[in-house]
């Protein structure tokens, strides 16, 4: 391998998330080692062309493991010996989470405290959790801040991600190696997962078919770019950041009325809308306070719905 400003570890390479981190990693010098195990959430060949320009890198490698087997993580850090291990693998999304919750916490949970053993037991130098807004569940209080108590989660999803923030506090107090969750706000931008609002509205609308639209439209996320998204977790790698949560969004929440808005100006197209009732397990609105990461991370997003959503639709059309 050939990257000279250290040695990174990303489970969940493959993901939307994912590839676009590597990619980065790789840019910037690093020898990155890619953990992912193209499970069928979502068509595995979505996830393999993710990371195809990778194939050549002579600073990335790929290992193919699922995160609860503790054989293969402990291979793949004997054979890497990274430095930094940024956590990103996990069953995403909220209402399938509730259809199967035993899956979601043994994934989350048991694949997180694989991870983290093995972290420590090869004395990386620190770790980097993706957890999620979603830990806030419907606080009332907004912008949500880090201080905020994350105990009523809406979702089994929710759950896993604050009992992996809770398992990351506990690695850092017993190891002493920093460990922080990176509470990810609502991302979005090319390569985005086929089950996302976005995702599916531009599909639809761009053909005319109806979406189906959960609520009022009265609903917000703290919609955030990907690339704003990876600003954050690169700055995050040196820092010095020694805090156990620290928020990433974009601090200007969208109704869900102005996404679909938003769509069809992109589109060039009116939206045809079936109006159903509020799912299970969905928060009435995210709201990134973002000042934490602002003086620590110097993180500032810069790109806005608008122009998130036409860099998506473009790369959606190929």
């Not at 709201?287 to 990461?293: E, P, R, Y």
Request: some cysteine; hydrophobic content about 40%; glycine content about 10%.
């Amino acid at each position: 391998m050939s990257g000279s400003n250290g040695r990174v570890l990303v489970t969940g390479a493959a993901g939307f998330i994912g590839s676009h981190l590597v990619s980065r990693l790789l840019d910037l010098g690093f020898d990155v080692l890619g953990l992912d195990s193209f499970c069928d959430f979502y068509d595995p060949a979505v996830k393999r062309a993710n990371i195809a320009t990778f194939d050549n890198n002579r600073s990335f490698r790929l290992f193919e493991a699922d995160i609860r087997d503790v054989g293969a993580v402990r291979d793949s850090f004997g054979f890497f010996r990274p430095d930094i291990v940024i956590h990103l693998a996990a069953m995403a999304g909220v209402r399938p989470s509730i259809e199967n919750p035993g899956l979601y916490r043994d994934v989350n949970v048991n694949g997180t405290a694989v991870i983290l053993r093995q972290a420590v037991a090869d004395g990386v130098r620190r770790i980097l959790f993706a957890s999620s807004s979603s830990v806030y569940g419907n606080a009332a209080t907004v912008p949500f801040n880090e201080n905020l108590p994350i105990d009523s989660p809406l979702s089994p999803y929710a759950e896993t991600k604050i009992s992996g923030e809770r398992l990351c506090v506990a690695c850092a107090r017993q190891s002493g190696i920093p460990v922080t969750s990176l509470r990810l706000f609502t991302v979005f931008g090319p390569r985005q997962r086929p089950d996302l609002a976005i995702s599916r509205f531009l599909a639809a609308v761009s053909c005319g078919r109806p979406i189906q639209v959960f609520g009022d439209g009265q609903s917000s996320r703290d919609y955030t770019y990907v690339t704003d998204i990876v600003d954050g977790i690169v700055s995050a790698i040196d820092s010095g950041l020694d805090v156990p949560a620290i928020n990433l969004g974009n601090s200007h929440p969208v109704s869900l009325a102005g996404l679909i808005e938003t769509v069809e100006q992109v589109c060039g197209r009116r939206a045809i809308i079936e109006r159903l009732p509020m799912q299970p397990g969905d928060v009435d609105r995210t709201w990134a306070d973002i000042s934490l990461a602002g003086r620590v991370l110097g993180f500032v997003p810069r790109i806005d719905i608008l122009d998130g959503v036409m860099r998506q639709w473009e790369w959606m059309k190929g």
